[in-house]
T-cell receptor
Framework: QKEVEQNSGPLSVPEGAIASLNCTYS??????FFWYRQYSGKSPELIMF????GDKEDGRFTAQLNKASQYVSLLIRDSQPSDSATYLC???????????FGSGTRLQVQP | EAGVAQSPRYKIIEKRQSVAFWCNPI?????LYWYQQILGQGPKLLIQ????????DSQLPKDRFSAERLKGVDSTLKIQPAKLEDSAVYLC?????????????FGPGTRLTVT
């Protein structure tokens, strides 16, 4: 079992729709969770982080965390073609600063 | 504020050759990471430095990979000898201690092709 699992996609949504990206992790001791966006040929850039169960909103982005289910999600409202990228879920385990990344979900927003 | 700098951006070598990558982190960032990202996969940690010291090198293939961070600033990652499966993007990242987020800032990466 991979430590951090994501559906590779592609996830295709029409412009203006809500994109829902999901991630599960295996280490119950994980303490913090990150979503990175990576455009083709570029390096990852941080979108959001979340530590506590529940929802965290930042503009068009909402991160959701359910530690009991070991599940993290990212919702993108009003999706734009510029949101087309690979979204990486990353997890920081207890006592560690380095991140464990999933393989990413490729999102395609159709104009 | 200048970001994380890496060089070279691209490198093509033949298998069994050696190669070195350089990283200059954001000024004042005590923690430096080297990640390997193979096409279609997420970044995988190779080594983490805290100032001059190694914090985590559990996934570094030590028979061929080495890294150092002199004076707690710049870092080099070396591969000797390279194998075909080392073809990947090598990402350097840095973070500032003391912040709750411990956000990691990534450099542009070095794309290595081993033929």
């Amino acid at each position: 079992q991979k430590e951090v699992e994501q559906n590779s996609g592609p996830l295709s949504v029409p412009e203006g729709a809500i994109a829902s990206l999901n991630c599960t992790y295996s280490d119950r001791g994980s303490q913090s969770f990150f979503w990175y966006r990576q455009y083709s040929g570029k390096s990852p850039e941080l979108i959001m982080f979340i530590y506590s169960n529940g929802d965290k909103e930042d503009g068009r982005f909402t991160a959701q965390l359910n530690k009991a289910s070991q599940y993290v999600s990212l919702l993108i409202r009003d999706s734009q073609p510029s949101d087309s990228a690979t979204y990486l879920c990353a997890v920081r385990g207890a006592g560690r600063r380095a991140l464990t990344f999933g393989s990413g979900t490729r999102l395609q927003v159709q104009p | 504020e200048a970001g994380v700098a890496q060089s070279p951006r691209y490198k093509i070598i033949e298998k069994r050759q050696s190669v070195a990558f350089w990283c200059n982190p954001i000024s004042g960032h005590a923690t430096l990471y080297w990640y390997q990202q193979i096409l279609g996969q997420g970044p995988k940690l190779l080594i983490q430095f805290q100032n001059n010291g190694v914090v985590d090198d559990s996934q570094l293939p030590k028979d061929r990979f080495s890294a150092e961070r002199l004076k707690g600033v710049d870092s080099t990652l070396k591969i000797q000898p390279a194998k075909l499966e080392d073809s990947a993007v090598y990402l350097c990242a840095s973070s500032l201690e003391g912040l709750a987020t411990h956000e990691q800032y990534f450099g542009p990466g070095t794309r290595l092709t081993v033929t």
